[in-house]
């Protein structure tokens, strides 16, 4: 049985079909800036917000792309005018077919790019989380995040040269599409252009409507379409395949052999201390693309044994759960948990040490221990003060670590030119006197 045809397509049609359009069209000076920006000193800081802008929208229009396909198919469309002739009806709904695998291909090329975690302006390594407008992280493809570094490589060529041209595919199919709505709108006044802009005024029906295409000819204008893209993706993809890195090129590093775990802790023979949590912080510090960010540890234990007139006997010791740091910016919370950040997967915790502790005079004091993030253990001084009342402990210390030394964030921004190198830790911490 056919279905009644419409004489304009649904109001959910229609806004669809302009928020689509809009987004797509802003995309792609969009796109075209931010690939010359990111590489510029005065405008990366800018080109990085962009560039999370833009990922942000590209998943937007592949969530509407999804929904006007399944409302397309449950919801019937008006007929094209009876006076078309027979190719252009077939070239009318082929340009359909293929917009609707442009509005899909694009947002999937890209999102194949982004879980690569390489740079192809640099043809370096980047990884970067991708966040939608800030609010909530969107996982990479695994089967490309966890593929090796030639594979991630080589994929990451392929699908931006496919998410280039294919932009241009979308250029070219806007023109042709637009011509075509002036064609109908001003030369045949048929009132095809009023489908999509209920504003306009029916045009001409004399002719009637087309007749519907055979399921034949349906599949072949939907193929036509589907291939155009195709074709121009894997075409210009096959045709960015990156050459080979030489042996001095290679970035690479061997994975680092999981933790056997953190010795246990032998008492200090000093007072201990019960800490309040609750009332005590670490965080740190840093800058990201120039600005500046604060950051927290949401979860950490710590054990400490300390006395200003037993400082031989005083120790500390405070495991951190490095997943649980939140800077209240989803792209970096994202980026943390990652293998050449924290690598929670294999290091769910990061260790400090204090062994140590030296009176500097009045309530100032200096503890020497030791921090392990990953594998990587360096020696620290952690100046602090302390002061006592009624039992209760009041403690405050900053120190300055560097980064790279501490092998986090090597693979994409060994230089600093994302993320300083310098990043501060401030303690606060209350704490009660056992006994």
């Known amino acids: 049985m056919t279905r009644r045809r419409p004489s304009r397509y649904s109001a959910v049609a229609i806004a669809l079909h302009w928020l689509i359009a809009i987004a797509i069209l802003s995309m792609i000076p969009m796109g075209w800036w931010m690939s010359d920006a990111i590489v510029e000193p005065d405008s990366q800081a800018l080109a990085y917000r962009v560039f999370q802008l833009h990922k942000s929208i590209g998943f937007l229009i592949l969530a509407l792309t999804a929904l006007r396909i399944v409302w397309r198919l449950t919801h019937p469309v008006p007929a094209l005018p009876g006076a078309m002739k027979g190719w252009e009806q077939f070239a009318a709904r082929a340009t359909h077919a293929a917009f609707y695998a442009l509005m899909l291909a694009l947002p999937l090329t890209g999102w194949a790019y982004v879980s690569t975690g390489w740079a192809v302006v640099t043809d370096t390594p980047l990884a970067v989380a991708t966040s939608w407008f800030g609010l909530f992280t969107i996982p990479h493809l695994p089967f490309i995040e966890h593929a090796s570094e030639a594979v991630r490589r080589t994929t990451a060529w392929m699908a931006m040269g496919a998410h280039s041209k294919l932009a241009w595919g979308v250029i070219v199919l806007v023109v042709l599409h637009v011509a075509a709505a002036l064609k109908h709108q001003f030369l045949d006044r048929d009132g095809v252009l009023s489908h999509m802009i209920p504003v306009l005024p029916h045009g001409d029906d004399a002719h009637g409507v087309a007749p519907e295409p055979t399921p034949a000819v349906r599949w072949a204008e939907r193929l036509a379409g589907v291939a155009f893209v195709v074709v121009i993706g894997a075409a210009f993809g096959l045709a960015a395949r990156p050459a080979p890195k030489t042996e001095g090129q290679a970035v690479a ?51 400490v044994w300390f006395d200003p007139a037993d400082l031989a006997g005083s120790k500390a010791v405070v495991t951190v759960q490095t997943g649980t740091a939140k800077t209240g910016d989803a792209t970096q919370e994202g980026s943390l948990p990652g293998a050449e950040w924290f690598d929670t997967a294999t290091y769910p915790t990061a260790r400090f040490e204090a062994t140590a502790f030296k009176a500097l005079g009045g309530n100032r004091y200096e503890a020497t221990g030791t921090l392990r993030i990953k594998a990587t253990t360096v020696p620290v001084v952690l100046p602090f003060t302390f002061d006592e009342a009624s039992g209760t402990a009041t403690v405050a210390g900053k120190l300055e670590l560097d980064r790279t030394a501490l092998n986090m964030g090597m693979m994409s921004d060994a230089g600093g030119d994302w993320v300083s190198k310098a990043i501060g830790v401030e303690i606060k911490v209350k704490a009660a006197r056992q006994g």
Do not use: M, N
């Open 253 to 303: 590093s061997a994975p680092a052999a999981a933790p056997a775990g953190d010795a246990a802790v032998t008492p200090g023979a000093a007072a201990a201390w019960t800490v309040d949590k609750a009332a005590s912080t670490i965080q740190f510090t840093g800058t990201h693309t120039g600005k500046a960010f604060t950051g927290r540890f949401e979860q950490w234990d710590a054990q």
